[in-house]
Structures are given as structure tokens and as C-alpha cells.
């Protein structure tokens, strides 16, 4: 079986598939207050689509899906979709990133489905008024709750924080803290520019050394060895439960080992997070491909995978502005 393997010798096992742009919350760092242009419903891939184009990506070794959005549970039917996707007999670990503010209804359903394995819940205070300064939404008790549910759950926790010069730097070692008792990741990310406007001004620079440094600062910390492709730096904390990491999203330095790709909610291939997209998937399936056709292609696609995400950056037709609802976050 042929194996999707780019010009680096890197192997594409991980597929981060964003189901839907449209998300309930506004967060400053993914978009502007007034929200995106979101498509036309028509525009965006059918879940029949979605599930073929990650049938096809398993059987060239792809074996791991985030399902993300935009906000994956604002999309209508999104807990069938995933019942559909666990059939792929192909499919080791099923990952959903989700904000939380609609899905402790499903807990008990997400439990159920083997598949599921790990949720990402973004949150980025711990402060009710904060919280809803970052988000432009007072949601807090609702994603709070959720944290709680699915901490008391058997499914894999992390918790996704992007540390906002200006905003929640002060909240850094507070995040550390909830690992002593519970059983979680908190992974602090670097904040990145698609915001739907470019990288913003910031008085200060929280690169990965700078949150590491805020960390040791009040805790000892030991590097945890992580799998090759691993996006995060990990750590163990004396004495505590739970571990932290942080991904160095927007400094780049974890690019070496990159096993994946993305598909936008409209079908766009991506490379890397920081390309302009190589090619549109929905337009090629509605015009005919075949199964053969579209391995073909996705073998073809890989090999202009960029060796990092500076080259990517760097070959782009324009400026990064896209909100990262837009691209899958």
C-alpha cells in the first residue's frame, strides 16, 4: 500500500479536518469582533464527503483525526458524523478540539464511541469578566462546567491556552496549578496571527522561552520525552497529577517532524497551517474523482509539502489575515 511521504521523508499519519467556519464565541486571537464572512452552507464539504476523503487519506496511512471548526458542535448532526467516522475500520484515535460551551450534553455519548479519544478544550482564563473579554462572550460558567465534566470523564483532557500578551499572562502558573490534583495537560500555545487581521501590536514577546521561564519561576519542572511528532514541549511537575506543555506555534521550531495536513471546512488542502492552501478537495470530488483519483492526488499534494513553517509562510500569494476558524483551528 502506498504511504503518504513528503520530499522530506516524513510520513502523513494525522489529518486535522475542520467540520464547519461558523463558531458561537469570538475570540480575539481567531477573529474580529464582528465575526467572519462565513460560506454559504453549500460551499462547505457534506459529512459523506468528509467521511470519503478520510477513508481514502486511511487507506494511504493516515490513522489519526481532530475533528475541529470553527466550533465542531455549532455544526447540526456533528454527533453522527462522528459515529459515522469511528466505522472506518482504518482509524486508530479520533481527537475533537472544542470550546466547550455546547458539549456537555454529549459527554456521556462521547464516552461510548471507542474511538474518541482526546479532547482539546480551549479555555484561556480562569476569570469569569476576562474570559469574556477574550471571547467577546459570557460563557465562562458553561465551558467551566465542561472542563469539570470531562475531567471526571474516561476521556483524555487537555486543555489548550493561548497566552495573549496583554490579556492572561498572569494566568499562566494559576493554569499549572490545576494540574497538582487533576489528571490533565494544560498546553500553553503562542499566539499566532489569523485573527482575520494579521499579528497584532503586543508590548511583550511570549515566545516558548519566555512561558517556560514564567513557569519555572514558581514550579520544578522535569522534560517528559513525547512521540517524534509531538507539537507540544512536555513536562512533569514535582508533585503533581497532571503535566504541562507548550507549542511553540508561531516560533516554529516543532516543524522537523510534522505528520500532518489539514482540510478546511470548504475542502481546502493544506500542507501546513501557515500556506495559503495547495488545492480545493470539494471542487474535485463534485466534478468526478474517483477514490483512485483522489489517492493520487494526495500522494502528488505531500511532496510540495514545505520543509517548515517559514517556507510556507514565505510562498504565500499574501499576508497571513485568514481568522483560524476559517482555517481549522
Not at 85 to 90: E, G, I, T, V, Y
Not at 114 to 128: G, T
Not at 160 to 170: H, K
Amino acid at each position: 500500500m502506498s504511504k503518504l511521504v513528503d520530499n522530506f521523508g516524513r510520513q502523513i499519519s494525522y489529518v486535522r479536518l475542520a467540520v464547519t467556519d461558523r463558531c458561537n464565541l469570538r475570540c480575539q486571537y481567531c477573529m474580529p469582533a464582528h465575526g467572519i464572512d462565513i460560506v454559504p452552507r453549500k460551499e462547505l464539504l457534506t459529512y459523506k464527503e468528509m467521511y470519503r476523503i478520510v477513508r481514502v487519506l486511511t487507506e494511504l496511512g493516515v490513522n489519526k483525526v481532530r475533528l475541529t471548526g470553527g466550533e465542531p458542535f455549532v455544526r447540526k448532526d456533528f454527533m453522527s458524523f462522528l459515529e459515522m467516522l469511528s466505522f472506518n475500520d482504518l482509524l486508530d484515535d479520533i481527537n475533537i478540539t472544542t470550546n466547550g460551551a455546547l458539549i456537555s450534553n454529549h459527554i456521556e455519548t462521547l464516552e461510548k464511541i471507542k474511538k474518541v479519544k482526546n479532547i482539546n478544550l480551549s479555555i484561556d482564563s480562569l476569570q469569569r469578566e476576562k474570559f469574556a473579554k477574550i471571547t467577546r462572550r459570557d460563557v465562562f460558567p458553561e465551558v467551566y462546567n465542561t472542563f469539570e465534566l470531562l475531567e471526571k470523564s474516561n476521556l483524555n483532557l487537555k486543555l489548550n491556552v493561548v497566552v495573549q500578551s496583554g490579556f492572561n499572562t498572569d494566568e499562566i502558573n494559576g493554569f499549572v496549578a490545576l494540574t497538582k490534583d487533576k489528571d490533565i495537560a494544560v498546553r500553553f500555545i503562542e499566539e499566532m496571527p489569523f485573527n482575520g487581521n494579521g499579528q497584532r501590536e503586543t508590548n511583550e514577546n511570549w515566545s516558548f522561552n519566555r512561558i517556560l521561564e514564567e513557569i519555572k519561576s514558581q514550579y520544578t519542572i522535569t522534560k517528559i520525552s513525547s512521540e517524534k511528532s509531538s507539537t507540544s514541549r512536555n513536562y512533569s511537575i514535582e508533585g503533581h497529577l497532571g503535566t504541562v506543555g507548550i507549542i511553540p506555534a508561531f516560533t516554529r521550531t516543532i516543524c522537523n517532524d510534522c505528520n500532518r495536513i489539514r482540510i478546511t471546512s470548504t475542502g481546502t488542502f493544506k500542507n501546513c497551517l501557515f500556506d495559503d492552501g495547495v488545492f480545493n478537495l470539494r471542487n474535485f470530488i463534485r466534478n468526478g474523482a474517483s477514490n483512485e483519483d483522489l489517492k493520487e492526488l494526495f500522494l502528488s499534494l505531500v511532496k510540495e509539502k514545505p520543509k517548515d513553517g517559514f517556507e510556507a509562510e514565505a510562498n504565500r500569494k499574501g499576508n497571513v489575515t485568514e481568522s483560524m476558524s476559517t482555517i481549522g483551528g
